[in-house]
């Protein structure tokens, strides 16, 4: 059966993974690979008096030990981690050097560097490191981050973002709530951690670097500039990925170090980071506390919402790092037609872990903020909470809806949507009558309700390649890679639809930087959007060669021929054929030459995103607390969602489950705790607790298509992070409720301890 | 930072126990885990401190200092610091300790700020630091009674802290944490 945009097809990567043939980071063994293995600083704050390498360079195995002066004295110059977006001139002199040479700021960070014939006696030498250290007092809450000993000479606040538009109404509303909510730092934990395998090819003096993913293009150039190299001499490979949610992929101080090892070395290097490491080095995220309002009349009309809040960058601000103050700043509205609203964003370092974007950055943390805000208001109202919703969302009329604010660098504009309908539709799903009956009868339940935006297809462009091979199968390659999203499933089928072929007749190429010269990256929900735009451009582009080649064959004109089963044929002559692959085969140097085409058929076409796009959505849950322990028990969750088009149904629910299980560990479970110097308390899954099966509710989808965007081809909008969003908002709603107390649960994870004693 | 405080009794007087505790290197081996003890100066040691706590081996090198000693009182304080270049792990930590008498019995009270830092710290929140510390001192205190009791001054000397294996303090602790934890909630 050709596989159509539209149906339910099962994943090409699965087979695969499941077999156990896939080959990860860890898995790549090129001839002389030596293991690499970072030595991190045990003290979160304080200046370096010594890192003594002699004991680990006598060790057995050791190839070399190196610390920051090496590093400097290799290039003559210590590489700092340079920001991937826009970012003001502020965040300068926050920003990571690759290895700390004269201070260290967090736990965690690396001073040095083993290079070992195996990972054991890396491991071991890197024990016989003495780091000697000087603690300087740490600085820990984010909200009182400017008044500690400063991190930075420049100080502890990094820069003030500020967003807003409409009148001044909080002097004189009717209504007018103040509170504190806060989300407390945790992050994306995939279950493969970071790793990479640089090989060195002496052949061509060049570096290929194994296991890179979300963005290779944009670390390739960073890579090249910190090396001195040429982008031409660097190659960056994808493999298998077990899990990216944002935080893997991006540049970190391994992704130069281990590079410029195996350099130095002229030799191939590897390096897999441990589950403890990843605790400690890899981007953590959420950390806010808000000072927020909510401002309304009597009636449920909202007049404005504010808030100032604190955002913890840890001890560095990483590649992209601001982009989550940024968008909480611009999300914080949220879907509703708010006459006024006023956000200041302090970035602020601490001496913890450095964060940057998880699944639906700035989009959780603020729509826990602005959802909590509506409730409380409701409940002061005494207004049924759905009904303020109902109230004060933008309606499909006033689309397009421009709002006076930028983000990422864009103006916002949200240009189609049908908030009213999907919030009905959810509320008809979850039928509130049983919940009601059971309340009644004395039982601690209630239901919780959350709207959002999300938002898609960053910009500014992604690529898309698509060539029939002579034999006839269909090869994609995109600037996008998979990260374990299924985008190898999605571009197979946006090119099989267009070709009318079978799903297996096409093959996603894995990502290798040699043959996709240009690419932008997997995040940001963009994948489809971008990629599958490129990509269905290209297999037009592909069509029209085959179109115009198989009309002079046939001798027909073009418009004559139509798509079916892989190849093209007259209309209402169905043996009057020729395959794509037998068009191909055909097309070869010597017939294309006379032709005056080029050989083949092949093309590869750049989708420009002119305009971002905010898919919406709807999250409500069922949630009862347990009367002894008061243990939040999550029964349903009802993902609402509109996806504009969905290329394959069943994957936009893999999604929407897979991120909702996310927000679940970020309202109940998951947390960093940091003690009072600094020392992260969390460094294993002892500590760090996910959502397993047993946590996981019912969750039941309600996918819609009421609108698709117009600014892709597709008509689609991303599914990346919508399943997340809204969770944690829904879930503290749900509990609030029912315990029958409104405001409860303003921080997170939900302190069970509020919820053991009390009562309905 | 871990706050600990721990008092025991020794069944001899004030006086006999404030000498012994003058005695450095000798109360030095009635501590678990303390090995090489020097004098560097006037009240000032160095050595070495062993601690198994469950995954983690730490032999912490370090220096301490007695400072404020009070013949009248009875009391002192010590300033700790020391690291274990192993595992990155630090320690420093301000003591008192003071003794009161009661009757033929001795009370002796320690209070001690500790700041951890590295692997060990992660263990510091749950309170195991605290309880590891109450079975650290429940050998030390069992020691010194011995010690003082002893016939000769040979016999003395030769009464160490038996070892006290890691993971046993560490299951202890464990077990004392646990049942506080249970304690905690039934009261509340």
């Known amino acids: 059966m050709p596989a159509k945009i539209g149906d339910s097809l099962r994943r090409v990567e699965d087979v695969n993974l499941i077999r156990g043939e896939a080959i990860y980071a860890a898995d790549v063994r090129v001839p002389g690979q030596l293991s690499a293995y970072i030595v991190r600083s045990p003290v979160p704050h304080g200046t370096i008096v010594d890192v003594d390498l002699e004991d680990a360079r006598s060790m057995p195995g050791v190839v070399a030990a190196w610390r920051a002066a090496d590093v400097i004295g290799d290039l003559g110059y210590m590489p700092i981690i340079q920001p991937r977006v826009s970012f003001e001139e502020a965040v300068v002199p926050y920003l990571q050097p690759v290895i700390a040479h004269d201070r260290v700021r967090y736990a965690g960070e690396p001073v040095a560097l083993i290079v070992a014939t195996d990972r054991y006696a890396a491991e071991d030498a890197g024990d016989a490191v003495f780091v000697d250290v000087d603690p300087l007092d740490a600085v820990i809450s984010c909200a009182h981050a400017a008044e500690g000993d400063a991190l930075f000479a420049e100080g502890n606040e990094i820069t003030v973002l500020h967003a807003g538009f409409g009148p001044p109404v909080f002097d004189d509303a009717p209504i007018i709530i103040q509170t504190e909510l806060s989300t407390t730092r945790h992050s994306g934990v995939p279950m493969e951690t970071r790793g990479l395998v640089v090989e060195f090819d002496g052949a061509t003096d060049s570096l290929v670097v194994h296991g890179s993913t979300k963005v290779p293009h944009s670390n390739r150039d960073q890579l090249a500039i910190h090396l001195g190299l040429s982008p031409a001499r660097i190659r960056m490979k994808e493999t298998a990925v077990g899990g990216g949610f944002g935080v893997r992929g991006e540049f970190y101080p391994e992704d130069f170090l281990i590079a410029w090892a195996a350099l130095r070395l002229r030799q191939s290097v590897g390096w897999i980071e441990d589950r403890r490491e990843h605790f400690l080095a890899t981007n953590q995220s959420r950390e806010q506390f808000h000072r927020a309002a909510i401002a309304g009349d009597e009636e449920g009309r909202i007049l404005g919402l504010r808030s100032e809040f604190w955002a913890d960058m840890g001890a560095y601000v990483r590649t992209h790092g601001i982009r989550v103050p940024d968008l909480t700043l611009s999300m914080l509205p949220g879907p509703y037609d708010i006459g006024a609203y006023e956000g200041i964003g302090h970035c602020v370092v601490t001496n913890k872990t450095p964060t940057a974007t998880y699944r639906a950055p700035g989009r959780f943390e603020s729509c826990f903020v602005r959802e909590r805000l509506i409730d409380m208001y409701a409940a002061r109202i005494g207004m049924d909470r759905f009904e303020v919703r109902r109230r004060n969302l933008i309606r499909p009329h006033q689309m397009p809806f421009t709002r006076e604010l930028q983000s990422t660098g864009e103006p916002v504009v949200y240009n189609e949507g049908n908030y009213p309908k999907l919030l009905e539709d959810v509320v008809g799903r979850l039928g509130t009558q049983e919940v009601d009956r059971r309340r009644a009868a004395g039982e601690r339940v209630g239901v919780g309700i959350a709207m959002f935006l999300e938002k898609s297809g960053l910009g500014p462009w992604e690529s898309g390649a698509v060539t029939i091979a002579p034999q006839g199968s269909v090869i994609v390659r995109s600037g996008c890679s998979s990260v374990g999203q299924g985008l190898r499933t999605v571009l197979s089928q946006i090119a099989a639809d267009v070709f009318d072929i079978e799903l297996c007749d096409v093959r996603v190429e894995m990502l290798d930087t040699n043959y996709t010269t240009y690419g932008t990256g997997s995040y940001a929900s963009r994948s489809t959007a971008t990629a599958g735009s490129a990509v269905h451009m290209a297999a037009q582009e592909v069509l029209e060669q085959a179109r115009n080649f198989a009309a002079t064959e046939l001798e027909v004109e073009p418009q004559d021929l139509v798509v079916r089963s892989g190849g093209l044929e007259v209309t209402g002559a169905p043996d009057l054929r020729l395959s794509f692959g037998e068009i191909a085969t055909k097309l070869d140097p010597v017939t294309a030459t006379k032709r005056g085409v080029l050989p083949g058929l092949r093309a590869e076409q750049f989708f420009h995103v002119k305009k971002l796009t905010y898919p919406y959505g709807c999250h409500a849950a069922v949630v009862r607390i347990d009367e002894e322990t008061g243990e939040p028990r999550v029964e349903r969750l009802i993902l609402g969602y509109d996806v504009g088009r969905a290329i394959n149904p069943m994957l936009v629910e893999g999604q929407l489950h897979g991120g909702a299980l996310q927000g679940l560990g970020g309202a109940l479970l998951e947390r960093f705790v940091y003690d009072a110097e600094g020392n992260p308390l969390v460094t294993s899954f002892m500590d760090y607790l996910m959502p397993t099966c047993a946590e996981a509710p019912e969750m039941e989808t309600v996918v819609t298509e009421d609108a698709p965007t117009t600014t892709n081809p597709l008509g689609v909008k991303g599914v990346g992070e919508g399943g997340l969003t809204g969770v944690a908002a829904a879930v503290a709603s749900a509990i609030d409720h029912a315990i029958g107390a409104p405001g409860t649960v303003r921080s997170l994870p939900v302190d069970i301890s509020l919820l053991a004693g009390a009562s309905r | ?188």
């Open chain 2, 1 to 188: 930072m871990p706050h600990i405080t721990q008092t025991f009794s020794v069944d001899r007087p004030i006086q006999t126990v404030w000498d012994f505790f003058q005695d450095v290197p000798a109360v030095a081996t009635c501590m678990p885990g303390v090995e090489g003890l020097d004098s560097v100066g006037e009240n000032a040691y160095k050595g070495r401190m062993s601690i198994k706590l469950g995954p983690i081996n730490a032999k912490f090198d370090g220096q301490a200092k007695i400072e404020n000693l009070d013949e009248t009182r009875h009391s002192g304080a010590i300033t700790a610091k020391a690291a274990d270049r192993q595992g990155g792990s630090r320690a420093s930590a301000q003591v008192t300790y003071s003794l009161t008498p009661e009757g033929a019995v001795t009370k002796v009270d320690i209070v001690a700020d500790i700041t951890l830092q590295g692997a060990m710290a992660q263990f510091g929140r749950t309170g195991l630091i605290q309880e590891v510390s109450s079975q650290l001192t429940k050998e030390f205190a069992s020691c010194i009674e011995q010690k003082l009791a002893a016939p000769s001054i040979e016999e003395a000397a030769g009464i160490q802290a038996s070892e006290v294996r890691g993971l046993q303090v560490f299951w202890q602790g464990f077990r004392g944490w646990l049942k506080n934890l249970f304690r905690r909630k039934r009261n509340s």
